[in-house]
């Protein structure tokens, strides 16, 4: 009974607290990815020891701005990401750096920081170019409730 409140049966050989592997995939297909961990990234094919989604975001768009600087002035990737230069008055709350004299707005959750880097490279024409693979995940199960479906 518990086994199917909990999907066990629907996959019979994981164990209770088993690590669940995920797969290195697209980053348009990688879902929301509020309080996950990366294990790392693969951007036009180079692997990055990358562990967060701020530490993704501030790597993509300085490998961007690095590729395509003219993109950010000519669209509105700059606007969205609040590219400014650095002194400005503009305001930016956590500023990161994407090259010697930018910065872009850092303060944002993690489906934020995923949508801007999801449009940017939409912009760009890579959206083939971002793979990440989540960090493994361990399938819990609440003893508790558990324990009070026993009795």
Known sequence: MFAKAYGLEDSPDTEVGEAIDAEEINIFEAGDPTS??????????????IRSVSQLYEAVFRRLFSLRPELFFSTDVGAQIKLTEIGMKKIVIQPASVADAYVIEACLNSRGKFDRIKYALSVFGFED???VKYAQQIKL??????????D
Not at 141 to 150: F, G, K, Q, T
């Open 36 to 49: 996950r961990k990366l294990q790392y990234a693969v951007f036009f094919d180079e692997r990055l020891a």
């Open 129 to 131: 170019k971002l793979r």
């Open 141 to 150: 199960i609440d003893s508790d409730v558990l324990l009070a479906e026993l």
